[in-house]
């Protein structure tokens, strides 16, 4: 007996520690395809890893980060602490969406950031459609997005609503104050609306391509939650026809909503920039853009509903420029219409540069 009682206390001991262990957080968590959710009880190390993002994030510090290995689907997850989600280049971490959210963002602390993952919706699959690849709603922290690719995202055929956005954002300053959001170097394609930012938000698109999307490749509205400004750059936008969706799209209800295109390039669609007001200041520059095979490039409607446009060419478009119900373009007269088939439908205001 006085032999076996000290082994009965060191087991004690360890299975503790085992115990403690496995509750414990890691700044530092992997997946791979070989791995295992089991390994929550190591903290996904390197040598034992999870087998999916869910797994991984369980496990993983606040302001820690989740490494892939090597390629693989990985799952839809919750992320609501500040994280990073790393494959590197060449490596396939797909997050599939059957319904829901492939990524849903919550109340996080700290920055996000989700690097090189692929997003793929159920297309037009019946009733499998109405799923996100990726929401973020009140995130305390900036996320930023790059390299990541969404593809198949639709709404419900049912019309029940939500679903069909490949990004969705939304903010409310009663509960958290801004979103901070950045997309870059991503590639949205096939689908309903690319990204749908809504409410308190400010977000930068840059190195972005939106393609093929049958409703809007961006879209901006304020939602009565706050004002929503988004910036895009350096980015493209193409559809098959002229009857295709909208490149960017912006509503405002009762906060201004503002959006700032440059260096941009749209080609196909039904319209360019469309910018509507139900009573809140809509404005929109744009600036050194193409503008081509587009029904109509920029379009303005309502009295509160501005576009300004600079150093920019309208090429073959059915329609360059118009504005409806008493919409404002405002142009500094240093851009190029060519080809369309009209290039100012309405007034047009003309400034002189400084």
Same mark, same amino acid.
Not at 14 to 39: C, I, K, M, P
Not at 250 to 271: C, E, F, K, P
Not at 298 to 306: C, D, K, S, V, Y
């Given at each position: 007996?006085? +032999? ?8 004690? %001991? ?7 262990? #496995? ?67 060449? =490596?396939?971490?797909? =997050? ?7 990524? &849903? ?8 950031? @989700? ?38 995202? %639709? ?6 609503? &939500?679903?069909?956005? #490949? ?23 096939? &689908? ?19 393609? +093929? ?25 193409? #559809? ?34 469309? #910018? ?7 404005? =929109?520059?744009?600036?050194?853009? @193409? ?6 490039? @920029? ?36 851009? @190029? ?18």
């Amino acid at each position: 007996m006085t +032999n076996r009682f000290p082994a009965v206390l060191c087991f004690v %001991f360890l299975s503790a520690f085992a115990a403690e262990r #496995a509750q414990a957080a890691a700044s530092t968590t992997f997946v791979a395809s070989y791995g295992a959710d089991a390994n929550g009880t190591y903290n996904c190390g390197r040598a034992t890893p999870c087998r999916t993002l869910a797994g991984a994030l369980a496990v993983t510090s606040a302001g820690g980060e989740v490494i892939v290995l090597d390629s693989e689907e990985y799952g839809p997850a919750q992320i609501m602490q500040s994280v990073s989600i790393t494959a590197p280049d060449g =490596v396939y971490a797909g =997050v599939k969406v059957v319904n829901g959210q492939g990524i &849903g963002i919550g109340y996080t602390s700290g920055p996000v950031t @989700l690097t090189g993952l692929t997003f793929e919706g159920p297309g037009l699959s019946g009733s499998r459609r109405g799923a996100e690849g990726l929401t973020v709603a009140n995130s305390k922290g900036p996320v930023v997005v790059q390299r990541c690719n969404f593809s198949g995202f %639709f709404p419900s055929p049912t019309g029940t609503p &939500g679903g069909g956005n #490949a990004i969705y954002v939304s903010g409310s300053t009663s509960t958290t104050g801004r979103v901070q959001m950045q997309v870059i170097d991503t590639v949205i394609h096939d &689908g309903y609306v690319g990204i749908w930012v809504e409410g308190s938000v400010t977000a930068s698109i840059s190195h972005v391509k939106l393609l +093929n999307m049958s409703v809007a490749g961006l879209r901006v509205w304020d939602a009565g939650w706050g004002e929503a400004d988004v910036s895009v750059s350096d980015s493209e936008w193409s #559809a098959p026809s002229l009857a295709g969706g909208n490149a960017f799209e912006l509503a405002a209800y009762s906060a201004s909503t503002q959006l700032y295109i440059d260096h941009t390039v749209m080609t196909g669609g039904g319209r360019g920039v469309y #910018a509507v007001s139900s009573g809140a200041l809509v404005y =929109v520059t744009v600036t050194n853009s @193409l503008l081509s095979k587009i029904g109509v490039g @920029l379009i303005t409607e309502g009295p509160a509903a501005e576009i300004t446009f600079s150093g920019s060419t309208f090429n073959a478009n059915a329609n360059a420029a118009s504005n409806v119900n008493g919409g404002t373009l405002i142009t500094t007269g240093n851009n @190029l219409f060519i080809g369309n088939g009209s290039n100012v439908a309405g007034s047009l205001t003309r400034v002189a540069t400084q």
